[in-house]
């Protein structure tokens, strides 16, 4: 209906009216309403008795003043009732206006028309909450629904994390003049930690706490720190796996008893790839190098991991020049899978513990592949890995799933035949993968990411992006994902006194958005600010607003308070 159709009864001859219904729909207020509006104040004040809009115990308009002089697109409102507004690009939207019994009237409207609908004077103007058709009422009305102009949100709605929206990302400042060795964990609470080569100064050791990082010396000795790994325990402690290269050996620091203690592990050209992993039950587990003889080596302690005594060793894979670029990862039940390279074979292998008997399965063949390699497993004894092939110059990606090992290309890699790159994988907990590297080819840092796996490979191929082009070439890149399975990458730009450690953060890893209206994003049970699993979030019981992934665990009390798989911790 256009403001030309003549509305029902005396009051729809007042040509001013018009300009009223205009403003009221529209939100434009121009010269020629203030001007008219100054002379039929009287009949203003009639209207507003009629149609019960307007508020007439004192007749302020949240609009006013010379900037509505111009066009106006927004909520209007005075003391007593309610305008919701047009839609976020001013465009088209819709227009409910509300008074305190609740009778409301809805029109669409644009910058330069308005259509209102009125039954009859005497009769309430027709109730327009629920515009988007969903059966609930929009808050401007009163009801729960937080976004009336989607169906798809409402209070009923399922409400899942959505998607993946990094666009860009943001650097932060660690600490400057360090080596090109690192590795990152992030704890329970989201604090950071990252071991790392300081140089000159050894092995050091970085945490969060509050807003700033501090900052701790390991092992000293200039010649310590290179080929390291780190881990938490499910207590907090970290433990470390690193090379000597002064005297050949494999080291490890813990602070497990509460102060820093170091050990020696093995000696005699050892402990080059070294990579350490803890398990749920506290059993520490390291995977490296014996270059003296060319073999896969495993070390395993239960506890008191600060003395060498405690330790046990045996080889993996003594069948050729093995171990280099080896990984670990275990399982929930503590199951270690050690990958690594033969190198004068042109073999990628995998080994794992099967009733105490290492079995050893071949990945690839052909050429120098299974080079600068990361590891991750899940739940289901899944394992998968990132690493370069040499032949082609490609970042790869391998899974083994159902005892079947399956190939595929991430992204070209530019490797160098000296190496000097490094990978970077994790599953988060909606089960996607995540993978940082470092090329030579002018890129420097780049990210991957696959949303969905079909038969252990990337369902829709995986969406790769540059994080820094001036990230340093070497082995320094670390990802860890946070609570909400957000991609955090610790890596070095710059080299030699210059060489800084940096962690790059996505601006957006979810898209925010509210779909149930309970003011979270993912479904929120028990309001307790944590989305449930089953909607892609981490609070293992929805039901209990007492137990979330942010929640002090008691120990002892058979109750896993904070989600992190165990009591106590």
């Given at each position: 209906?256009?403001?030309?159709?003549?509305?029902?009864?005396?009051?729809?001859?007042?040509?001013?009216?018009?300009?009223?219904?205009?403003?009221?729909?529209?939100?434009?207020?121009?010269?020629?309403?203030?001007?008219?509006?100054?002379?039929?104040?009287?009949?203003?004040?009639?209207?507003?008795?009629?149609?019960?809009?307007?508020?007439?115990?004192?007749?302020?308009?949240?609009?006013?003043?010379?900037?509505?002089?111009?066009?106006?697109?927004?909520?209007?409102?005075?003391?007593?009732?309610?305008?919701?507004?047009?839609?976020?690009?001013?465009?088209?939207?819709?227009?409910?206006?509300?008074?305190?019994?609740?009778?409301?009237?809805?029109?669409?409207?644009?910058?330069?028309?308005?259509?209102?609908?009125?039954?009859?004077?005497?009769?309430?103007?027709?109730?327009?909450?629920?515009?988007?058709?969903?059966?609930?009422?929009?808050?401007?009305?009163?009801?729960?629904?937080?976004?009336?102009?989607?169906?798809?949100?409402?209070?009923?709605?399922?409400?899942?994390?959505?998607?993946?929206?990094?666009?860009?990302?943001?650097?932060?400042?660690?600490?400057?003049?360090?080596?090109?060795?690192?590795?990152?964990?992030?704890?329970?609470?989201?604090?950071?930690?990252?071991?790392?080569?300081?140089?000159?100064?050894?092995?050091?050791?970085?945490?969060?706490?509050?807003?700033?990082?501090?900052?701790?010396?390991?092992?000293?000795?200039?010649?310590?720190?290179?080929?390291?790994?780190?881990?938490?325990?499910?207590?907090?402690?970290?433990?470390?796996?690193?090379?000597?290269?002064?005297?050949?050996?494999?080291?490890?620091?813990?602070?497990?008893?509460?102060?820093?203690?170091?050990?020696?592990?093995?000696?005699?050209?050892?402990?080059?790839?070294?990579?350490?992993?803890?398990?749920?039950?506290?059993?520490?587990?390291?995977?490296?190098?014996?270059?003296?003889?060319?073999?896969?080596?495993?070390?395993?302690?239960?506890?008191?991991?600060?003395?060498?005594?405690?330790?046990?060793?045996?080889?993996?894979?003594?069948?050729?020049?093995?171990?280099?670029?080896?990984?670990?990862?275990?399982?929930?039940?503590?199951?270690?899978?050690?990958?690594?390279?033969?190198?004068?074979?042109?073999?990628?292998?995998?080994?794992?513990?099967?009733d105490g008997v290492w079995v050893v399965e071949i990945v690839a063949t052909g050429g120098p592949s299974g080079w600068c390699m990361s590891s991750t497993v899940?739940?289901?004894?899944?394992?998968?890995?990132?690493?370069?092939?040499?032949?082609?110059?490609?970042?790869?990606?391998?899974?083994?799933?159902?005892?079947?090992?399956?190939?595929?290309?991430?992204?070209?890699?530019?490797?160098?035949?000296?190496?000097?790159?490094?990978?970077?994988?994790?599953?988060?907990?909606?089960?996607?993968?995540?993978?940082?590297?470092?090329?030579?080819?002018?890129?420097?840092?780049?990210?991957?990411?696959?949303?969905?796996?079909?038969?252990?490979?990337?369902?829709?191929?995986?969406?790769?992006?540059?994080?820094?082009?001036?990230?340093?070439?070497?082995?320094?890149?670390?990802?860890?994902?946070?609570?909400?399975?957000?991609?955090?990458?610790?890596?070095?730009?710059?080299?030699?006194?210059?060489?800084?450690?940096?962690?790059?953060?996505?601006?957006?890893?979810?898209?925010?958005?509210?779909?149930?209206?309970?003011?979270?994003?993912?479904?929120?049970?028990?309001?307790?600010?944590?989305?449930?699993?089953?909607?892609?979030?981490?609070?293992?019981?929805?039901?209990?607003?007492?137990?979330?992934?942010?929640?002090?665990?008691?120990?002892?009390?058979?109750?896993?308070?904070?989600?992190?798989?165990?009591?106590?911790?």
């Amino acid at each position: 209906m256009s403001f030309q159709t003549e509305f029902r009864g005396t009051i729809a001859k007042m040509h001013w009216q018009r300009d009223v219904i205009r403003f009221i729909i529209g939100g434009r207020l121009t010269k020629h309403m203030m001007i008219t509006w100054t002379h039929t104040g009287l009949r203003l004040a009639l209207l507003c008795l009629f149609w019960g809009i307007l508020s007439c115990s004192n007749g302020d308009l949240s609009a006013t003043s010379q900037q509505s002089m111009d066009a106006i697109s927004g909520p209007f409102t005075d003391s007593n009732h309610v305008a919701d507004s047009s839609l976020p690009n001013g465009d088209i939207g819709i227009v409910s206006v509300v008074d305190s019994n609740g009778a409301a009237d809805g029109v669409l409207s644009d910058d330069t028309s308005a259509t209102a609908v009125l039954d009859s004077i005497d009769a309430p103007p027709r109730a327009v909450c629920d515009y988007d058709g969903d059966g609930f009422q929009s808050e401007a009305c009163g009801g729960t629904d937080c976004n009336d102009a989607s169906p798809a949100v409402n209070p009923k709605a399922d409400d899942v994390l959505k998607g993946h929206c990094i666009k860009s990302w943001k650097t932060e400042h660690v600490v400057s003049g360090i080596g090109s060795f690192l590795d990152m964990v992030i704890d329970p609470k989201g604090k950071r930690h990252i071991a790392y080569h300081s140089g000159e100064s050894g092995l050091a050791y970085a945490h969060e706490s509050g807003s700033s990082w501090v900052l701790k010396s390991l092992d000293t000795d200039e010649s310590v720190g290179s080929n390291l790994s780190l881990s938490l325990d499910s207590k907090g402690f970290f433990h470390i796996s690193y090379l000597d290269l002064k005297w050949t050996r494999l080291k490890y620091a813990t602070n497990g008893t509460g102060n820093v203690a170091l050990a020696v592990l093995d000696q005699g050209l050892v402990g080059w790839f070294s990579s350490l992993a803890v398990d749920k039950s506290g059993r520490v587990h390291v995977a490296y190098r014996d270059t003296k003889h060319g073999t896969t080596r495993y070390a395993t302690c239960a506890n008191n991991c600060q003395l060498s005594s405690t330790w046990t060793f045996e080889d993996v894979d003594d069948e050729g020049d093995a171990g280099k670029f080896a990984t670990i990862t275990v399982d929930k039940d503590g199951r270690p899978y050690v990958a690594y390279t033969v190198i004068d074979q042109n073999e990628f292998r995998v080994a794992h513990k099967k009733d105490g008997v290492w079995v050893v399965e071949i990945v690839a063949t052909g050429g120098p592949s299974g080079w600068c390699m990361s590891s991750t497993v899940d739940d289901s004894g899944n394992v998968y890995l990132s690493y370069m092939d040499k032949v082609d110059g490609m970042l790869r990606f391998a899974s083994r799933v159902d005892d079947i090992w399956r190939t595929e290309a991430i992204a070209p890699a530019a490797v160098d035949v000296f190496g000097g790159q490094s990978s970077s994988i994790q599953m988060d907990y909606f089960g996607r993968l995540h993978v940082a590297w470092t090329d030579d080819s002018g890129e420097g840092l780049k990210y991957a990411w696959c949303p969905v796996l079909c038969d252990g490979l990337c369902c829709d191929g995986w969406d790769s992006m540059i994080i820094d082009a001036n990230a340093f070439v070497p082995q320094g890149v670390s990802v860890a994902l946070d609570q909400q399975g957000r991609p955090n990458v610790a890596y070095v730009t710059g080299g030699g006194s210059q060489a800084t450690l940096k962690i790059a953060v996505p601006l957006c890893a979810e898209t925010p958005f509210d779909a149930n209206c309970d003011g979270t994003d993912g479904n929120d049970s028990d309001g307790d600010g944590f989305a449930s699993i089953s909607s892609g979030g981490l609070d293992c019981n929805d039901s209990d607003a007492a137990i979330n992934p942010g929640a002090i665990d008691i120990p002892d009390d058979t109750i896993d308070s904070n989600c992190n798989g165990q009591d106590g911790s």
